[in-house]
């Protein structure tokens, strides 16, 4: 899974990720067992994490019964059943987050927007420091495909996780696409029976391997901080201020 250049880094590692939680949520459209490109990109970066001693935890979203909506639990809200209250279990305890997501006409798949969605159900959820609740947590994204799109995923979902609160590292993003039209999708076998597409590609290897570094020192120095400063940034503190902020009637 990992080229030699990988080991190497993983060696000669100085830094102790041992307390780092990650969940990696792939959003492939395929459910379980048959084969996904993405679960094979994923699997770098989730080999990266585990010879570096990162607690790692997986999901494919697809297998569960995830309800659409954006409130916590959306059997309150009138359906039937709703899966998402234990993977939200997982999606707290991970300090990093990597979502791995196919390309389908240019977009994220609707197993990936779903996933935002049910994300953005607990934004209002705040910290024991008055923050939101992903105030700490690191994201980033993986994305596969043989038509062009990586860079437009990548900013949607990284986007949207910046916006509800996580940290996003530099080059948090990588992915793959062979040529456009049908044809091979990562690590299907190749035409002559010698290797797996896309797995010699440097470009996609490196730039996976940046993002997942990127990931684990970003968690690291968080967690060494105790997470983002909460000057200025408190719901709690906000509220506080403008009730003692709050004109008084008196003065006229």
Known sequence: ????????????????????????????????????????????????LVRNLVQLEQV????????????PDMTEHGAERDDWPQIWEKVAAAD???????????????????LIERLYAHSGQTNDKGQYVFYGKVGGCIVTGNEDGIKHVGMGVLYSLQHIGYTIPPQADAG???????????????????????????????NTTFATWNLMHMARMLKDAGGIP???????LWNEGRRFDAPNPEHR
């Not at 080991?7 to 067992?33: G, H, M, Q, V, Y």
């Not at 494919?60 to 409130?71: F, N, Q, S, T």
Request: proline letters at 5%; aromatic letters at 6%.
């Open 1 to 48: 899974m990992l080229d030699a250049t990988q080991e190497r880094l993983c060696d000669t590692n100085p830094s102790d990720f041992s307390d780092l939680k990650a969940l990696t949520i792939n959003c492939t459209l395929k459910r379980s067992p048959e084969g996904s490109h993405t679960a094979k990109l994923l699997g770098v970066v989730e080999a990266i």
């Open 176 to 206: 793959w696409i062979g040529e456009a039209g049908p044809g091979p999708s990562y690590g299907d076998e190749s035409e002559d029976g010698q290797s797996r597409v896309g797995f010699d590609n440097d470009f996609t290897r490196r």
């Open 60 to 71: 494919r979203l697809v297998d569960h019964d995830i309800a659409p909506g954006v409130y």
């Open 230 to 236: 909460c000057h200025g940034n408190s719901v709690d």
């Open 96 to 114: 990093i987050l990597v979502i791995g997501s196919p390309i389908w006409l240019g977009e994220k798949s609707s197993v990936c927007k779903q």
